[in-house]
T-cell receptor, first 114, second 118 residues
Framework: KAGVTQTPRYLIKTRGQQVTLSCSPI?????VSWYQQTPGQGLQFLFE???????NKGNFPGRFSGRQFSNSRSEMNVSTLELGDSALYLC?????????????FGPGTRLTVL | AQTVTQSQPEMSVQEAETVTLSCTYD???????LFWYKQPPSRQMILVIR??????QNATENRFSVNFQKAAKSFSLKISDSQLGDTAMYFC???????????????FGKGITLSVRP
């Protein structure tokens, strides 16, 4: 079974631009969560989607948004990029939600904002 | 809100020896899950071990075992017979227990960089 895939793997943008990242969960998984990883702040929860509904949102500004499609694939969007948005963005999928199932992580998208 | 603390930023161990990574957490929840994740350099984050808070027995997975002290809110990871491939950043994480469809937010510690010396 294929693992969690994220595209693109690397991205370079300039301040003020917008970016969309994609995550394809493991086949059959319905829950997708997004995390931002930076050296200074560590791993921070962005949001979680389950059955196309946002279940939980972290403490990030409204410039960060996401969605989930009927096939469980998820996208996150960051508008008006700032230098501080440079980070590794990780997505994780699990069968259900609520912690009973293990979350499997993708390789991440490395975003650099110049 | 839950917090997870990993106070040791770096550790080093000789190959074949045993090392223990510390983690403490703070929560008012009674039902929850605790995890150790491993992130090798430039590689994917993978689950090492998980512990359900309602289980008194400590989880083990081959060379990896935990010492779960619920009252002390402590969750340490012991790696036996350390191997070069164990070199990685290790994150301790917490998740509230939720019913079906509830949120699955992981709260992570800052991580610890473990180096295994040949």
């Amino acid at each position: 079974k294929a693992g969690v895939t994220q595209t693109p793997r690397y991205l370079i943008k300039t301040r003020g631009q917008q970016v969309t990242l994609s995550c394809s969960p493991i086949s059959g998984h319905r829950s997708v969560s997004w995390y931002q990883q930076t050296p200074g702040q560590g791993l921070q929860f962005l949001f979680e989607y389950f059955s196309e509904t946002q279940r939980n949102k972290g403490n990030f500004p409204g410039r960060f948004s996401g969605r989930q499609f009927s096939n469980s694939r998820s996208e996150m969007n960051v508008s008006t990029l700032e230098l501080g948005d440079s980070a590794l963005y990780l997505c994780a999928s699990s069968l259900q939600a609520g912690g009973a199932d293990t979350q499997y992580f993708g390789p991440g998208t490395r975003l650099t904002v110049l | 809100a839950q917090t997870v603390t990993q106070s040791q930023p770096e550790m080093s161990v000789q190959e074949a020896e045993t090392v223990t990574l510390s983690c403490t957490y703070d929560t008012s929840e009674n039902n929850y899950y605790l995890f150790w994740y491993k992130q090798p350099p430039s590689r994917q984050m993978i689950l090492v071990i998980r512990q359900e808070a309602y289980k008194q027995q400590n989880a083990t997975e081959n060379r990896f075992s935990v010492n779960f002290q619920k009252a002390a809110k402590s969750f340490s990871l012991k790696i036996s017979d350390s191997q070069l491939g164990d070199t990685a950043m290790y994150f301790c994480a917490f998740m509230k227990h939720g019913a079906f469809g509830a949120n699955s937010k992981l709260t992570f510690g800052k991580g610890i960089t473990l180096s295994v010396r040949p």
